[in-house]
């Protein structure tokens, strides 16, 4: 059965991130197809159709000074050029200080360009950050700004410490309505929350960088060496695989936690998995991003956007699909310590499930059946590890809560 299409609410879309993550793809696309182009008429000048290709989005922000045009022009000859498209980011943020919402929005997608082409590094996921924050920090100034303009009743409801007061008078936000407003700032101010344990995380975490070039190097298993009689290609060393492998894994776990960036860790994850179809740990992966997503569209729906609601469900269910064929790769009879995070995973998944099946509307049979099935997980887990018996007796209680509402049903 298809994947249910995920619909974002049009009333709050400046915080709608899918459809910002779907704005970077197409860029991303767009940049392939002229590095291709390029190369085919590399002594004919090409002005990119897409303004994001080579930076000059940015151009008008910053537009006397002479490194931007420099960098710009980095950009058009080899638009994957990731140092040049961080110090253009960088520049024009040094440039100007008073950055009005759109500028920031394309601030934010120049430097995710270099993460979705898989050259991430603390500098650069740090760069997304800030641009990120930034960004959100002024959506939510904008709103209480207006708000307090029009002197609404709903103001008694919002948390006004810390608005800058400079002027927004020439600036859009693209919401029309007061409700939408509150919920787009509550949201904002959630995610604002989060990015200081995100920045911390990169710091402690993410000690490494990881290059597109390894990636096609874990994934076909070869890499170029140059010579004195030109380009040979050797096997990567199994050493090298695992290093690249363990990079890769530690960049997701901070990728899935910023909902600007979880697109960029499915594909890598995707990509992990094409190494060996026989590995549980990308799917592993792929199912913790979409729970994290799970968890920013319950975050939506407790900030007021009712319409996060439809989405819930159906990103469960992927996180549960990325489970359960992890789970196929395992063995029940002889479990290993290795199966422990898909085994016990798996059975948080289910457990979580229970607690919100009103909001996501589940029927009581088929939660039955899905906690059953983690409780069994669990229960494989816990003859190789017994600290996962709390897990345990809890999906135990669970299936006893389901069976009693079930007896009252009949």
Known sequence: MAA??????????????IGIQKQIADIIKDIKNHKKKHKLHKFVSSKADNPHIDGRILQNEAPDNKEVLKMIKHLDKDPTNA????????IVMADRKDLHLDALLNLMLQSSIPI???????????????TYRAYLERLANLHKHKMMAIRSEELKHVNMSGIDMSDHEDEDAHVRDIASAKTEIQIAESL?????TVLNNIKTR?????????????????????????????????????????????????????????DAGLELAKQLGRVDNKLTYP?????????????????RVESGDRAAR?????????????????????SKSSPRKADLPVL???GNLTHYGFVHRDLMRFTEDGMKTLVQLGKESVDVAVTIDDSFEPLQKRLENSLSQLNETEEHVF
């Not at 249910?4 to 991130?17: D, G, I, R, Y």
């Not at 082409?117 to 800030?130: A, R």
């Not at 439809?310 to 395992?330: C, D, F, G, I």
């Open 4 to 17: 249910a299409e995920l619909v974002e609410n049009p009333k709050t879309p400046n915080v709608n991130f």
């Open 83 to 90: 140092l040049a498209r961080l110090r253009l980011v960088n």
């Open 116 to 130: 979705y082409l898989c050259d991430i590094s603390p500098t650069f996921l740090q760069l997304v950050v800030f």
């Open 192 to 196: 604002i929350e989060q990015c200081e």
């Open 206 to 262: 993410m000690t490494i960088t990881l290059s597109g070039e390894e990636i096609e190097e874990l994934i076909t298993g070869t890499q170029s060496k140059s010579s004195f009689f030109g380009f040979s290609q050797e096997e990567v060393s199994p050493n090298k695989q695992n290093m690249i492998i363990s990079k890769a894994v530690k960049a997701i776990e901070l990728l899935k936690q910023i909902p600007l960036l979880q």
């Open 283 to 299: 799917l592993v992966m792929e199912g913790r991003i979409q729970m994290q997503a799970l968890k920013f569209q319950q975050m």
């Open 310 to 330: 439809e989405n819930m469900a159906p990103v469960y269910n992927r996180a549960v699909v990325a489970y359960r064929k992890a789970l196929k790769l395992t």
């Open 344 to 346: 016990t995973e798996f």
